[in-house]
């Protein structure tokens, strides 16, 4: 009998877990098939109602929630948050809350703390709110390290607000607070290049959907790509607008797969030129997909790699390769005017003088610049390399990163 009381509550308890992991509903435990194959296994198991297992969910979630928090606020170290914003498809601001730490076995960890609606407008002082809301509930504001946001300006807002009213709980005097996004930045970077040849990306997508919308085109198309000696398609993905890699992965694949397609079979299809221009932008984004891949990784960490990456770009844009092109040297130029934007605090409208170290067209923020020097590979010597190749005032560089560290 205790036996099967126990094998009844973990029964219950996994149900509990995987309707939880699947997001499935309560009431699909009730489905016929499903509770006879229960009763198949055990004949005195009976499943509980969902009125049942949803308390158990919500009883599971609390008491994981409460080891989480109780972890949290044992930390000896301090806790780095990231944060974006999505938009539902009700148009429903959401704010997600992600806290990075290293427990007390030194393994990197990272938690979900909050995924709360925003009410709009999205304005630097609600975002604060919700952060601050966030972290007075798990008891952990005194822990906060850095915040990594994206570039718009009212998480810019949000950061100084938390400066103004909290700079006694941060460390280093606030220097490294606002950690800028270093993915968004390279996704701003390249979709800003891009649009110099929007025009023959558009006719690609355009391209792409017509094909993908009768199945009779999508069956001529894979006639066409087998004789290519390319494997058929279900189905044709286009981009997503917001997402650089995503446009790049489209033309990657129209040059693998359209071009012949498109020559013979549509009359308003890319010129030889515009499909020259995309190959070329192709070959010249490869490298920013790598470092995309580089600082978007998502289990281990990647601070020590923002300020290497950024040398990456600076010398990818800068590569006399791309000379010949008058194209790439256009897009390169872009993408150059783009990124000095970020990183120099000088081209910042309504900068805060306060807020960064300011050094001839370099912002300094000493997160990074610790994050950078922990990384065995690199110390001191390659910190005043770097900046020194992204400023021209060496010396007072080189005072900077000694008083980072």
């Not at 996704?187 to 997508?205: F, P, S, T």
């Not at 900068?351 to 912002?363: F, H, M, V």
């Amino acid at each position: 009998m205790v036996c099967l009381c126990l094998m009844k509550k973990f029964v219950v308890n996994s149900w509990s877990s995987i309707v939880s992991m699947l997001r499935s509903p309560f009431l699909s435990l009730k489905i016929p098939t499903f509770s006879h194959g229960l009763t198949q296994m055990h004949p005195a198991f009976q499943i509980k109602g969902r009125h049942t297992i949803h308390d158990d969910a919500v009883k599971m979630y609390k008491g994981m929630k409460k080891d989480i928090e109780v972890e949290l606020q044992n930390l000896d170290s301090h806790i780095f948050l990231t944060s974006d914003m999505w938009t539902s498809s009700q148009d429903l601001g959401y704010m997600c809350i992600t806290a990075h730490y290293i427990n007390a076995e030194f393994n990197y960890k990272k938690k979900t703390i909050s995924f709360a609606e925003v009410k709009y407008p999205h304005t630097g002082y609600a975002i604060e709110e919700e952060i601050v809301r966030c972290l007075t509930e798990w008891g952990i504001r005194s822990k906060l390290f850095t915040l990594t946001l994206d570039n718009a300006s009212n998480n810019t807002n949000a950061c100084e607000q938390l400066r103004k009213y909290y700079k006694h709980e941060l460390l280093l005097e606030d220097q490294h607070l606002h950690v800028r996004c270093c993915a968004h930045i390279l996704n701003i970077l390249v979709h800003d290049g891009m649009k110099i040849i929007h025009e023959a990306i558009d006719m690609i997508r355009e391209l792409l959907k017509y094909i993908d919308s009768s199945p009779s085109r999508l069956q001529d198309f894979n006639t066409i790509a087998s004789g290519m000696g390319l494997r058929s398609k279900k189905g044709i993905s286009v981009d997503t607008l917001t997402r650089w890699n995503s446009t790049w992965k489209m033309l990657v694949e129209a040059l693998t797969y359209l071009a012949s397609y498109a020559n013979r079979k549509m009359i308003d299809s890319p010129s030889e030129e515009q499909w020259e221009k995309a190959k070329a932008i192709c070959e010249f984004l490869k490298a920013f997909e790598e470092l995309t891949l580089i600082v978007s990784a998502h289990r281990k960490p990647t601070s020590h790699k923002f300020l290497p990456v950024v040398l990456s770009i600076r010398h990818a844009l800068k590569d006399p390769g791309w000379q010949t092109s008058d194209v790439l040297k256009e897009l390169a130029v872009a993408m150059q005017t783009k990124l000095d934007k970020y990183w120099d605090p000088e081209e910042k409208e309504n900068a805060d003088p306060n807020r960064r170290i300011k050094s001839k067209g370099i912002e300094f923020n000493h997160a990074l610049v610790i994050a950078t020097f922990l990384d065995p590979r690199r110390k001191e010597d390659y910190l005043d390399f770097l900046y020194c190749k992204l400023s021209t005032n060496e010396e007072q560089i080189t005072k900077q990163v000694e008083i980072a560290l």
